[in-house]
């Protein structure tokens, strides 16, 4: 049900070749430009393309799910947190849309939907509310609506049963690939690595308030939980050596985690200016989409 080029990047050693839906989003006018661009493509079986205003990040997958975990947040504040909106019932067209995109291209899925809703939107009634009514055209215009009603065990991916992370969790997700045991570099690692783990307790235990777990895992894939198709590559936790700051970095086309690690000319900080550090990366919205 989605051709073009491949959702997200399979081998790291080959360039990512096929067609695209290329769309181009402000973060701060999240909703208005997302109707614009989806509104304007022709064939919305294509792997999307997303890129952000003032950002050069290549969308081989981790944009993309930044792009619907954001949409996803701002659709259900306007259109479900105070029930459905009739004044807006033609927009549910578009949210129905996203709903199918999001599901089928391995993003954000709609678990923030009330179980009545939910129960409405897929029995074999007509509904007398146009907002049910656009949203299941809008899932259509996929086919995915067609496809839950066909297989209704598909509608588990609208219950919110997702279990909170969990400090076992992120690190069973997060793979550490370390340098030759007993060697200089292997050393080094450790001691951050140690250093990362410590910080991962804090923010687990809720010390690192303005942080979460959720927040780690979405600066290095651009999503807060695994998604439902999960990761073509497994992300993972890098090490090189430290230049001007331990500032982690990210590449979210291989949901990789970039760790400085200190070198004998350069000490790992004590943990309370090295957390402050992990804080500040952490926390910005969009730092780790490289």
């Known amino acids: 049900m989605v051709i073009g080029r491949a959702l997200e990047i399979e081998d790291v050693t080959q360039c990512a070749e096929g067609d695209t839906n290329f769309i181009l989003i402000d973060r701060f006018s999240l909703l208005q430009t997302s109707i614009d661009e989806i509104g304007s493509i022709s064939d919305l079986r294509l792997t999307l393309e997303v890129q952000f205003y003032n950002e050069v990040a290549l969308d081989y997958g981790g944009p993309r799910k930044e792009f619907f975990r954001l949409l996803m947040q701002a659709i259900k504040e306007k259109y479900f947190d105070n029930g459905l909106r009739d004044l807006l ?28 809703v939910v129960d409405e939107l897929f029995n074999n009634t007509d509904s007398n509310s146009i907002c049910i009514t656009n949203l299941r055209q809008g899932m259509d215009a996929l086919g995915f609506y067609t496809i839950c009603k066909a297989l209704p065990s598909l509608v588990f991916l609208f219950q919110n049963n997702t279990p909170a992370l969990t400090m076992r969790g992120i690190l069973h997700v997060l793979k550490a690939q370390f340098s030759e045991e007993g060697s200089n570099a292997y050393s080094f690692e450790k001691l951050v690595y140690g250093a990362f783990v410590r910080y991962l307790r804090e923010v687990g235990s809720g010390r690192r308030s303005a942080v979460l777990l959720e927040s780690v895992l979405q600066f290095v894939t651009g999503a807060t939980e695994e998604p439902v198709l999960g990761f073509k590559i497994h992300p993972s936790i890098t090490f090189y050596e430290v230049e001007t700051t331990f500032l982690p970095t990210a590449n979210t086309c291989i949901s990789s985690l970039g760790l400085p690690r200190p070198s004998y000319n350069t000490g790992l900080p004590e943990d309370a200016e090295l ?13 780790g989409l490289k």
């Open 89 to 116: 019932a033609d927009q549910y067209l578009f949210v129905g849309k996203i709903f199918a995109l999001s599901s089928l291209q391995n993003g954000k899925l709609p678990t923030f939907l009330e179980s009545a």
């Open 275 to 287: 957390f402050k550090t992990y804080d500040y990366a952490f926390t910005s919205t969009f730092y």
